[in-house]
Each structure stands twice: as structure tokens, then as C-alpha cells.
């Protein structure tokens, strides 16, 4: 059920979404806080792990349908990555790359070296 969802750098949405995200799902609204926290307690816990690339701050990463000012950087990603990689990640994805909204192809190469990381990471 929506309990078992975590979600981390949630920047945008409706009022809605985010008071039934408050009441049903482990919602971190701006930044990675608690990751740390997040990560200890789900240690065991087979996990789908998916990357919305608009957690990235579009100062990066222009090449989403859905930029919000706000959002990490290439760096913090990779630094949640030592915790993230202690996950028993048994499925992941990435999306929200759309490469034709970012004509200097900055945002498919850093979707690229995110692909890259996790399975580094993973492996």
C-alpha cells in the first residue's frame, strides 16, 4: 500500500496530493532529509527504487516536462548514493528526461552519468 512509499525532494504538486502524501505515504518534501534514517530502517526490505530525474535542480537539469527551482545537485546525489547502495535494491528506474526540452544535451548527459552511478552503486 501507499505506507510503503517513501518519497525524497518533492518540490511541487496540489495541495491534495501532497495532504494525502502527508497521510499515507513517508513523504520528505524539498531535499534528501532523512535518507539516512529511511535507509537503516528498510536495510532488509526488498526495494523498487525509482529516480525522477526533476529532483534535480533545473539549473542542471532544464530537460524535464516538470522543472522546479529547488532541487539537488549532481554531488548530493552521488553522496546518497553510499546510503542508497546499501539498500537490497531488487528493481530501479529513471525517468523524466525529455532531451528535446534541452537543446545543450546537459541534461541527457547527467541522466546518463545517474544510470551510470546507480549501477555502480548497485553492482
Not at 554531488?75 to 548514493?81: D, K, N, P, T, Y
Amino acid at each position: 500500500g501507499p505506507e510503503t512509499i517513501y518519497k525524497f525532494g518533492i518540490r511541487s504538486g496540489e495541495r491534495a496530493e501532497f495532504q494525502f502524501a502527508k497521510e499515507h505515504t513517508n513523504l520528505h518534501k524539498y531535499n534528501l532529509d532523512g535518507l539516512k534514517e529511511t535507509v537503516a530502517a528498510l536495510k532488509d526490505t526488498p526495494v523498487y527504487l525509482t529516480i525522477d530525474l526533476d529532483v534535480f535542480d533545473p539549473g542542471v537539469f532544464p530537460g524535464t516536462g516538470t522543472p522546479e527551482a529547488g532541487g539537488i545537485f549532481f554531488m548530493e546525489f552521488v553522496e546518497s548514493l553510499k546510503l542508497i547502495s546499501q539498500l537490497n535494491i531488487v528493481a530501479l528506474d529513471v525517468n523524466e528526461l525529455s532531451p528535446t526540452l534541452d537543446q545543450s544535451g546537459a541534461s541527457t548527459a547527467l541522466a546518463c552519468k545517474v544510470v551510470r552511478e546507480l549501477l555502480l552503486a548497485i553492482h
